[in-house]
C-alpha cells in the first residue's frame, strides 16, 4: 500500500485545458456515430417494418442530443471564477448530467407507450424483413466499441458526466442486442417479439435516466464526496506536521470537485502565524492528492 507522502507524489490531477480537450473530442466522436446510426436505424426500421430498430434509432438519436448538451456544458464549465460564481462553472458539468437524465426518461417513455400501441392492437404488427437483423447486429457492434472508448476517456479525465454519456452508448448498445432478439423472433414467426423488445428499450432507457437525474439531483443539493475520499482527506490532514487532531470535517461536490471545510487542532503555545502554516500546509497536501477545488480551515487551540 502506498504511503501518504507516496501518494501525493502521483497526478492526481490532469490539466484543465487537456482535460476539456480530450471531453471533446471523445463527444465529437459520439455525435458521428450517432448521426450515422440514427439515420440508417430509422431509415432502415420504416423499410423494413420493424418497430424495435425505429426504437433503437431514436435511442441514438437521443444520444445525439446528449452529445451537444455534454458540449454545451463542457464549454461553459471551463470558464473561470468570476464575480457572481467564486467557484467557477462546473456545476454546468451537474446540470448537464441532469438534463441528461430527463431526456433519457423523455425517451423512454415514449419508447413504451409506442410499443403499448401495438402489443394492444397485434394485427398491425408487419412482417420484419431480414435487413433489419444485420442493420441491429452492426449497431450493436458500433455502440459497444463507442462506450469502451468514450468510458476510458471519461476514466481518464474523472468526469462524472462523461460517464453518463459513455453508459448512455452502453445502453444503446444494451438496447440494440434486445432489438436482434426481437428481431430474430419476428423472423421466425413470433411477430408479437418485436414490440416486446421496443417495451424493454424503453424500460431500460427510461430506468437510467432516472438514475442519472437522480444522481445530479443530489450533486445539485450540495452531495458529500465519497466515503473513501473524505477518509483519504482525512487521512491527510491528520498526516500533516503540527495537526494534533480535526473535526467538523464537512464535504459537498460541485462538478467533480471536492470543496472542504476542516476544524484543525493546533498546539495553543504556537504563535498565529505557526498556526497558519500549519493550515496551510494541510490544505496544499489534500489539494495535491485529491481532486478538492478547495479547502477551507479553522484553526483551533488545544492544549
Do not use: C
Not at 126 to 151: C, D, N, T
Not at 185 to 195: E, F, H, M, V
Not at 220 to 233: F, G, P, S, T
Request: proline content about 3%.
Amino acid at each position: 500500500m502506498k504511503t501518504i507522502d507516496q501518494s501525493m507524489g502521483d497526478e492526481h490531477e490532469l490539466d484543465m485545458p487537456e482535460r476539456h480537450k480530450a471531453a471533446q473530442r471523445s463527444t465529437w466522436v459520439s455525435v458521428v456515430v450517432n448521426v450515422v446510426l440514427t439515420a440508417v436505424q430509422v431509415v432502415i426500421g420504416i423499410f423494413s417494418g420493424s418497430q424495435g430498430l425505429i426504437a433503437d434509432g431514436i435511442h441514438s438519436l437521443s444520444d445525439l442530443v446528449s452529445d451537444f448538451v455534454v458540449l454545451f456544458a463542457g464549454h461553459h464549465s471551463k470558464r473561470e471564477a468570476d464575480e457572481d460564481h467564486h467557484y467557477g462553472h462546473y456545476r454546468y458539468e451537474n446540470a448537464a448530467s441532469l438534463v441528461l437524465g430527463v431526456i433519457l426518461l423523455a425517451v423512454g417513455g415514449g419508447m413504451l407507450w409506442a410499443a403499448l400501441q401495438k402489443l394492444i392492437e397485434p394485427h398491425l404488427i408487419p412482417q420484419v424483413h431480414a435487413i433489419a437483423l444485420w442493420v441491429a447486429l452492426g449497431a450493436l457492434i458500433s455502440k459497444e466499441l463507442l462506450f469502451r472508448y468514450m468510458l476510458a476517456v471519461a476514466q481518464r479525465v474523472r468526469s462524472s458526466m462523461l460517464v453518463a454519456n459513455a453508459w448512455h452508448a452502453r445502453s444503446d448498445a444494451a438496447s440494440s442486442l434486445v432489438v436482434a432478439l426481437g428481431i430474430i423472433g419476428n423472423l421466425l414467426g413470433y411477430p408479437l417479439l418485436d414490440p416486446v423488445a421496443a417495451l424493454i428499450v424503453g424500460l431500460m432507457v427510461g430506468r437510467m435516466g432516472f438514475s442519472f437525474a437522480w444522481d445530479a439531483l443530489h450533486d445539485l443539493m450540495d452531495r458529500a464526496a465519497k466515503l473513501e475520499e473524505i477518509e483519504q482527506i482525512q487521512e491527510i490532514l491528520l498526516a500533516t506536521p503540527g495537526v494534533l487532531g480535526l473535526h467538523d470535517l464537512r464535504t459537498r461536490k460541485t462538478g467533480d470537485l471536492i470543496i472542504v471545510d476542516v476544524h484543525l487542532e493546533i498546539k495553543a503555545t504556537m504563535t498565529v502565524a505557526e498556526g497558519h502554516d500549519i493550515a496551510l500546509a494541510a490544505r496544499n497536501r489534500v489539494m495535491a492528492s485529491l481532486p478538492v477545488l478547495n479547502v477551507m480551515t479553522h484553526v483551533d487551540p488545544v492544549q
